[in-house]
């Protein structure tokens, strides 16, 4: 009897040591984040400014040749922007501060290339000083953007610029206070006019720059600055410039192959599972198609659809969302970015009100040492700093939360608690609907915040299965929500004959006008295809026939169809299929053929009649892994088809990173023909292919 209490007494000391063992606080696992990288997505929503010389020459990329003459906004106003960001619940602006055409926005002491030199305040501006003020009122933090190419200064390429870029990277971060994040673009070397050399500069980007050390000196002036970009950087480019992380997103990268040149930007998407640096993702897009200011895009501000898409595959998927906000010629951001800015902002708002898992019974199959301090209560007591674990040993578990009656829900938010490590690999949730569970979503990834959308199911309570993760088990926050239903706007599309069609989801009815007007349910009502081959605007609405919800509005600009017009005559290229680049449709596309016919290529297009027209668009292939992008262009027109005119050349800046439609205005022409010339590729050995060829009517 003696040796059997002896026995009972020493299972229970083995057992109190393993229980105290487990309760202990969890180790970090792998890479883990620095407070700063923790203070930054936690911003998880900010503001990019693009605005400088290139706001008023109509341009992408300026080629470094432009007068700071040019830069004379009317109205700027840096509080209105300051107070957009701030209501729109953006945390900080980031400010390009230079961008490649080496302008800068404050007096610098190291060029005459600045605002000192423009007629904008006769000279005694800074754009950087203002903002920085306004930051600091509407309680923002303030980032700033310098472009580590520049296309003006003489000595790019060459040892001297390293020592002007380092300089000015010291004005900074030394005269506008404290800068949350130092985004260097990753866009260096190339054609430029480079004090009047007018030539083509090729560096190694991770070479030339000697990141190491502009890094240190970064650190030694501001400590706090976070910084992103190319080199050994603390937050990486999410490998696009759409705004979407993947599904999968790791906060880890395998940092020194990235270096080595080993790791290739599509990567940059999804991370990697067993990178040894953390890296977290920043998904970078703008309201607009381009990312400077142009009037031919106040009607392309992307939709309120778009938007909340971008929302959730950015910030939904582990990642923080810098979204670019471009002023005018004003200085202003423009009434129809903050339109749409305010319904996004309210949509957001709507989704995330309620937190219907507050008050729920929370149960798991295990928290570690039996300790209340890691008990699954933790996760929905609203304190980031509290988590629920797992034992070291347990890499799967279950969490359940009932609720008191049957819930709607159709959102859910995790949270891990990544100041010790990324863990989770994968994960499923289960709703429990009329007493059976059921299976509503199986994913990967978690990091510091995933959400899921769903369709709306009615619950009596949820529950979420980790079935796979590198270590114990951490999370710091779940939360599930029943948002409003969502009606997505119509989709409007007009072939080559002015055939419109317009389609909605299912159980929608669809509303539209032809003049310009907002649609409502008093308007047209969709019903089938129609004719309209005329210049025209088509606003049209979604309305749900269950909810009688109604969708933002979707509007198409077209103006005459193009039923007459044909190619006359290509370079080269398949004739038979030629008519792809003016059938109406941009998913279509056609190719020149490949490199062994010599560069430039051009198309020649009759438009059956004579127009009076102002530009043209080049619409390039945008799915797929090659694009066959063309890079320069030459385009003119005539009324014979013999005699013609240059109306516009020059480069599709950044379109390797933005395939989107280029839009290029010249002074308003009478023209039959045009013709369309491709000069360079982006790419060698492309086919150079086209998905549209447009022109703008006046």
């Known amino acids: 009897m003696k040796q059997f209490f002896f026995l009972l007494c020493c299972l229970g000391i083995v057992s109190t040591v393993n229980a105290q ?73 980031i ?10 926005l404050w007096p610098s002491a190291y060029t005459e290339r600045s605002v000192k030199n423009a007629p904008w305040k006769n000279g005694k501006g800074d754009v950087v000083k203002e903002l ?95 910084v ?14 759409e705004g979407f992380a993947n599904e999968t997103n790791w906060s880890l990268l395998r940092q020194k192959d ?41 009607d392309k501000v992307k939709s309120l659809d778009e938007l909340v898409d971008i929302y959730y595959k950015s910030v939904g998927r582990n990642a923080t969302l810098l979204l670019n906000l471009p002023p005018d010629k004003r200085g202003l951001i423009n009434e129809n970015d903050i339109q749409r800015l305010k319904e996004f902002t309210a949509a957001i708002k709507a989704d995330f009100k309620t937190d219907v898992l507050a008050k729920t019974k929370v149960t798991t199959t295990n928290y570690r040492g039996n300790d209340r301090k890691y008990a699954p209560e933790n996760a929905i007591d609203g304190n980031k700093n509290s988590y629920w674990a797992t034992d070291d040993a347990v890499k799967k578990a279950t969490i359940t939360f009932e609720f008191k009656k049957p819930t709607a829900v159709n959102r859910l938010l995790l949270q891990e608690y990544i100041p010790l490590g990324q863990r989770v690999k994968a994960f499923t949730v289960e709703a429990k609907i009329d007493g059976k569970w059921k299976t509503i979503a199986s994913q990967t990834t978690i990091g510091y915040k995933r959400i899921l959308r769903f369709d709306r199911v009615v619950a009596s309570a949820l529950r979420v299965n980790i079935t796979d993760a590198k270590a114990c088990v951490l999370l710091a926050n779940i939360q599930a929500f029943n948002a409003p239903f969502f009606v997505r706007m119509p989709e409007i599309s007009r072939d080559k004959k002015g055939v419109v069609a317009i389609k909605a989801a299912p159980g929608c009815r669809i509303y539209y006008t032809l003049d310009g007007s907002v649609p409502s349910a008093k308007s047209s009502w969709y019903k089938t295809a129609f004719q309209h081959p005329k210049a025209v605007t088509i606003k049209a609405i979604a309305v749900d026939t269950l909810e009688q919800r109604s969708s933002a509005v979707q509007m198409a600009q077209y103006g005459m169809a193009k039923q007459n017009w044909k190619v006359i ?41 004579t127009m009076r027209i102002k530009g043209f668009s080049y619409v390039p292939k945008q799915q797929g892994h090659h694009l066959n992008l063309i890079a320069n262009y030459e385009f003119s027109t005539s009324l014979d088809a013999v005699n013609w005119s240059k109306q516009s050349e020059g480069e599709f800046s950044n379109i390797k990173n933005n395939p989107i439609e280029q839009i290029q205005l010249f002074s ?8 369309f010339v491709a ?10 292919s086209i998905c549209e060829i447009n022109v703008i009517e006046e």
């Open 668 to 675: 308003t022409v009478t023209a039959r023909y045009v013709k």
């Open 569 to 609: 005559t290509a370079s080269s290229g398949d004739m038979n299929t030629i008519q792809r680049i003016i059938d109406g449709d941009p998913a279509t596309d056609w190719s020149f053929e490949n490199a062994t016919h010599q560069l430039p290529q051009q198309v020649v297009i009759d438009m059956g009649e």
């Open 21 to 93: 063992k487990s309760s202990d606080v969890p180790k970090p696992f792998g890479s883990v984040p620095t407070q700063k990288q923790i203070d930054w997505q936690e911003m998880e929503f900010y503001a990019f400014i693009h605005f400088s010389l290139n706001t008023f020459t109509n341009k992408e990329w300026g080629f470094g040749d432009e007068s700071p003459q040019l830069f004379n906004p009317t109205a700027l106003d840096v509080r209105q922007w300051a107070r957009v960001a701030k209501e729109a619940g953006m945390k900080g602006i």
């Open 95 to 104: 400010l390009v501060a230079k961008h490649h055409d080496g302008f800068c």
């Open 228 to 241: 992103w970009g190319i080199g050994p950087s603390e937050a990486r480019w999410i490998g696009n410039e």
């Open 132 to 226: 920085a003020a306004a930051c600091k009122e509407y309680g923002l933090k303030l980032g700033l953007y310098l472009s580590p190419w520049d296309r003006n200064h003489p000595d790019y390429g060459k040892p001297a610029y390293i020592s002007y870029f380092r300089n000015q990277l010291k004005e900074l971060l030394i005269n506008y206070g404290d800068v949350f994040e130092m985004w260097f673009d990753g866009a260096n070397g190339g054609d430029g006019y480079y004090g009047g050399a007018n030539e083509i500069r090729k560096i190694n980007t991770l070479e030339y720059y000697d990141w190491e050390e502009t890094y240190q000196l970064i650190y030694k002036i501001a400590p706090k600055t976070l």
């Open 258 to 298: 990235d270096l080595a040149g080993k790791v290739h930007y599509s990567e940059y998407t999804s991370g990697h599972e067993d990178g040894e640096k953390w890296v977290p993702g920043e998904a970078d897009v703008s309201i607009r198609p381009g990312w400077f200011y142009h009037a031919s895009e106040d």
């Open 679 to 688: 000069k360079s590729a982006i790419e060698k050995g492309s086919n150079l």
